[in-house]
């Protein structure tokens, strides 16, 4: 896939190194470029794992597989010397300094396309490279609340809250992904790399999608609705006997099937429910039925009686019955590499299939400066900068 490809990684916690670690599961050589103390997220805990010979971050490890880790001072003239050298063995440089960081230390898109045209030159930010804000610093949570995700996230009545794994950042890491392909894939029809630039706030707009574009097209403002879908019924989180399942009853007959797999074949007749909109308009009645119908069974015997009646459904597990499920065990989500100092560690596979094949974890995440003797010498530079 991108076997050949080189990618000078100048990003640290996580936005920029998910869409790194992305590129490296295609089969990039992705070089981590860290300062002497290393990126920030290696201190970031606990959790550590944690051996004889070293301490890991939960946090970096989750997102810095298949990469080769490259310290350089870039307040030194030796590490800027050896920067330059690896940018220009590079297809792609991806950097997450605050704007005008990298341009500062020689390194801006100007000089660096009339050098190496072919370069593509990635950027990712919390408010872009232009604008009244382009020189904050960008956080998942300052993202998710200036974006608005954080006043429609939450309970009704409750305060604002964010949601629960950094979405800005990994969504803005998975959309410099696909701008880096696509760049990649016009560098072959026209030999010039191209300019990318993605950032946090407008990311999370994005990632809004429906609650976005209700707004745009009727200037109501999204308030926090739980785990209920405005327009569907039912479509949620529903307590069982013993826990919770969602249930995703998307259509007029899903809904009769629905009624008639809890033993309520009355409820599923019922006309006060017959079409979603009375769902919707009839949703306290119905969840009121539908909370009764649901107690007198346990999830698994809930979720047996859905999955043969073929609505869809599942039970929400924490983070232990996701892994003992049955169905992640055989698509292999976890992997278990060796490890530097650890031994070896356990870290998530990429999540594709190409060709029918799943991209392989060919690399832990690196050790800090584990490759740099490597990687120095493959640049021509004779001592650690």
Known sequence: MLSGVR??????VLTGPFCTMLLGD????????????GDDTRAWGPPFQVSSSGRESSYFLSVNRNKRSLVLDLKSEAGLEAARALIASS???VENFRPGTFERLGFGWEALHAEFPRLIYASVSGFGQ??????????????????????YNGEPGGQ??????????????????QAILAALYQREKTGQGERLDVNLL??????????????LATGEIPVPVGNEHRSIVPYGTYECGDGFINIAAGNDALWRKLGVALDRP????DERFATNERRVQQRPELERQLAEALSHFGREEVTRRLEVAGVPCGPVNDMAEVFADPHVQARGVAVT?????????TVTAPPWEIGGVTPTVRLAPPTLGQHSEEILSELGQDTQP
């Open 91 to 93: 297809d792609v440089v």
């Open 266 to 269: 009355e409820m599923a007749a």
């Open 130 to 151: 232009s604008g009244p804000y382009r020189e904050r610093a960008g956080y998942d949570v300052i993202a998710q609340g200036m974006g608005g995700m954080m006043s």
């Open 202 to 215: 407008e990311s999370v707009i994005a990632l809004g999608s429906s609650q976005t574009g209700r707004y």
């Open 26 to 37: 295609l089969g990039a050589d992705v070089i981590k470029v860290e300062p002497p103390q």
């Open 160 to 177: 604002p809250l964010r949601v629960g794994v950094a979405v800005a950042d990994v969504f803005s890491g998975a959309l410099l992904t």
């Open 7 to 12: 990618v000078a990684d100048f990003t640290r």
């Open 337 to 345: 590499v060796p490890h530097a100092s650890l031994g070896h560690t």
